[in-house]
Antibody, heavy 120, light 106 residues
């Protein structure tokens, strides 16, 4: 069974850096795209970007390009979402999700979410 | 490009409801649909032409026509009350979510 387990709750201050993680188990890590999705309090889902761990090919939503960095470590089957300088507006729940294979892929498996709270 | 959903839809218990999603990308790519209940991660309920992951009841179905994708729930149950999001994914692995529809079961 595929499982995505995310790192725990984070409470940070504006200007600090942060990296949250998403560990994948139960299937090949390198052969499926891993996406990151933001959900601000009381709001909808926003696709931030996606990485193909096999070659680290990464795509970003233009709204998030330059604001975050998505990476992956194949040796430990873990994807990361990183900020160099957090803003209070980064307060949100962040989900990782793994795409299914085949034609018309969907975000088939999801992590439990990582709540990030940024104060001023 | 964007995907547009009605923010709120209601349905009587046991009746059929259709939730729609409009966007130019849907002319080229199938939508996938995600159900999210309060405090939980989203769950995919429909993907591709009309595919249900294992464990998703067959009362959920999907369809598409032109720039509009639809999620239909036939015989809606109380546990179907949730937020529903459509999503399209293009050939470059770029995704786009709709704004979401809050489904209320009366």
């Amino acid at each position: 069974e595929v499982q995505l387990v995310q790192s725990g709750v984070e409470v940070k201050k504006a200007g600090e850096s942060l990296r949250i993680s998403c560990k994948v188990s139960g299937d090949s890590f390198t052969r499926s795209w891993i996406a990151w999705v933001r959900q601000m309090p009381g709001k909808g889902l926003e696709w931030m970007g996606i990485i193909y761990p096999s070659d680290s090919d990464t795509r970003y939503n233009p709204s998030f390009r330059g604001q975050v960095t998505i990476s992956a470590d194949r040796s430990i089957s873990t994807a990361y979402l990183q900020w160099n300088s957090l803003k209070t507006s980064d307060t949100a729940m962040y989900y990782c999700a793994r795409e299914s294979s085949g034609f018309s892929p969907a975000l088939e498996y999801w992590g439990q979410g990582t709540l990030v709270t940024v104060s001023s | 490009s964007e995907l547009t959903q009605d923010p709120d839809v209601s349905v009587a218990l046991g009746q059929t409801v259709r939730i729609t999603c409009q966007g130019d990308s849907l002319r080229s790519y199938y939508a996938s649909w995600y159900q999210q209940k309060p405090g939980q991660a989203p769950v995919v309920v429909i993907f591709g032409k009309n595919n249900r992951p294992s464990g998703i009841p067959d009362r959920f179905s999907g369809s598409s026509s032109g720039a509009t994708a639809s999620l239909t729930i036939t015989g809606t149950q109380a546990e179907d009350e949730a937020d529903y999001y459509c999503n399209s994914r293009d050939s470059t692995a770029t995704h786009l979510f709709g704004g979401g529809t809050k489904l209320t079961v009366l």
